[in-house]
């Protein structure tokens, strides 16, 4: 016997297994960053004042609109795999990389800043929640920045063997991707504005 | 390639090339992707850390029984910085408390109901050819080992392993020694490996139950299983998250867990400040509350098939039983605060958890009860594994109600932080669950191996443990309900109200140590059964009706030649006017 439903849907639950395994995933994710958020909101009803104004809300905007942009070349890339045009798949999924690099070397400059004044994760509650909260969700961008990688590079020969099955893996990686910008959608007005 | 294969290839369209050929050593026994052999490595790899972290309070045991004296034979191993003379120093108590907790609960229970029994018997029972997705099943067990490996090594960090107990309280467990960075490392591996099992087993249960093969058709350990699977998938996630915070307040010098002005050892820490330690043990029995049903259902579940197939009859109020677990899954994220009774943390808080601690004991009670009604009017079939999970039942009873006035808050005050509350949960963890364990491994061990373990050191076994077991945990209510401590690295003999208590300590010494002795028939049995057991005469030894006994004993890879079809439910024993007493789920109705 094989292992059934790894490509097309069960009929009576209508999914194939790697789509309810990372649904699953962004289910446990939801759990993680749900903890961190209520320590954030234990953590400021508890204290007795709270800094504003400290990071940068322009680099901040910045960085929500490549994300938001990364999102959409996301879906871009796995719309262009079920029209069939592999090479505007190749150029989305590259664009996407790109955006979540340019992304991350924002958020370096912001880090480097705030060191170099000394605002450490040991600096106040408030450095210790920005510096593990937007580290954790860098760690996830990275986490989708080497997937994405894979598919560029050695995952791509699926996509001459089973189309369907590289295409279900795209659209996996899609909604990981849009997760961890939704996370930023969160962080954002939680760190830099509010 | 074979030509059926070459045809199959064919017929598939696309080129999956596997299954037939002849795979390595190293990749059948070691790093196998087979749902079996991961399942069996979870199963002896939990059960040489139950014996290990056995051995742990074994050895505590010998300090509380006679206190200061040193430790008879292996004193002298354990270096001049934890037991100079062979005598166990304070801290390295603390070392073998905190080891004992965290290994049993994550290296050895779970590990083995989860993991070993899990993988091993729930695709099997469902009809799957395998897990949903085997690689990520055998990084899950790897996982799993390495974070084992790390908990061990921390025995030999600077200062120790760690020191806070398994619930690694802050802000004790910031300032302990670099043991404890070490169990935090390895607490995140264990959280990742569950993570990645809980998702296939959630996947495997939905998307690969064999025709017919409906939810109201699953086998009750599947059920367990299922719901286990959601509790470690959300429960375990904000644990993660905790352990990221503590690391950082270790190694990034944060203070998300301590409060301005903590003053250690006569000086204020320097520390940011502004933190809640309060925080940490909301964040930690999250995890951990939901982590006690994590321990028992799947030992319910493994309950529930040995007494169906004993008694030879269908599960007394098998439905209720499933929306039992599901309601219980679902309210166990909502009590975790009566571990907390006594923080301080207010009565309305304290008012909304016991009220849902009273709620959730409702549905436990409808499944003890179920399976207990189960043996009304049965003719009993006492095998060795019809034994340990009959013993269950009493075991979990008295571990259960005796939880009720630890949680309600008035009692509690008496009663938190005694040997009332060892003796509470380890009647549902070890009595209970452990004992359940066993059962399923004499049970679904002639499925694994093909040869039956021995009866008469089963029984051997069974009586030697359960007469032990009680003898240690009973005499703990007597002790705890006369005040005694936990904790305590001489057993609170400076304290007066202990003084009578403190022969107690003695019994408990000799009947762990016993039981320790009572263990080696069922080591023996399980090494020698498996080449020299009695070779089982057909594919379902125990006359059962669940699927897993249609597949070969071993079953091959890939688990069945032909898919299963399911037929009926599961426990269709002694079906009035059926040619025989048991109608299994795998064979179709005779004309």
Known sequence: ?194 | MDNATTLGTVAHGHAHEHAHEELGWWRTYVFSVDHKVIGIQYAVTGLTFLLFGFTLMMIMRWQLAYPGRPIPLIGTWFGQDKAPGGIMLPEFYNQLGAMHGTIMVFLGVVPLAVGGFGNFVMPLQIGAPDMAFPKINMMSYWVYFIGGVVMLLSFFAPGGAAQSGWTSYTPLSVIATSGQTWWLFGMIFLITSSLLGSINFIVTIIQLRAKGLNYMRLPFFVWAQFVTSFLLLLAFPPLEAAGVLQLMDRLAGTSFFEPSGLVVSGKVLTNAGGGNPLLWQHLFWFLAHPEVYVLILPAMGIVAEVIANNTRKPLWGYKAMVYSLIFLGFMSFFVWAHHMFMTGMGTAMSAFFQTTTMIISIPSVVILTSLLLSLWGASIRFTTPMLFALAFLPMFGIGGLTGLPLGLAPPDIHLHDTYYVIGHFHYVVAPGTILALFAGIYYWYPKATGRMMNDMLGRIHFWGTFVCINLVFMPMFIQGLGGMNRRMYDGGMQYAHNQSLLKWNVVIGMAAWTMGLFQLPFIVNFLWSIKHGKRVENDNPWQATTVEWSAPSPPGHGNFAIAPVVYRGPYEYSVPGAPKDFSPQFEPERA
Do not use: C
């Open chain 1, 1 to 194: 016997m094989e292992i059934p439903y790894i490509v097309e849907a069960r009929p009576d639950t209508g999914l194939h297994n790697g789509k309810l395994g990372i649904w699953l995933f962004l289910a446990s994710e939801v759990m993680l960053f749900g903890a961190l958020f209520s320590t954030y909101i234990l953590l400021r009803v508890g204290a007795s004042e709270w800094p504003h104004g400290d990071l940068s809300v322009l680099l901040g905007t910045i960085n929500t609109i490549i994300l938001i942009a990364s999102s959409v070349t996301m879906v871009m890339a796995w719309a262009s795999l079920k029209l069939n045009d592999w090479g505007k798949h190749r150029l989305y999924l590259a664009l996407t990389f790109v955006l979540a690099l340019v992304f991350l070397v924002n958020k370096y400059f912001e880090y480097s800043e705030h060191l170099t004044k000394g605002e450490g994760p040991w600096h106040s509650t408030f450095f210790a929640i920005y510096f593990t909260l937007t580290g954790l969700h860098g760690l996830h961008i990275v986490g989708g920045m080497v997937v994405m990688a894979y598919f560029l590079g050695p995952g791509a020969k699926l996509w001459k063997k089973n189309p369907d099955q590289f295409a279900n893996r795209i659209e996996a990686t899609g909604l990981y991707w849009h997760f961890v910008d939704l996370v930023w959608i969160f962080l954002f007005p939680v760190l830099y504005l509010l």
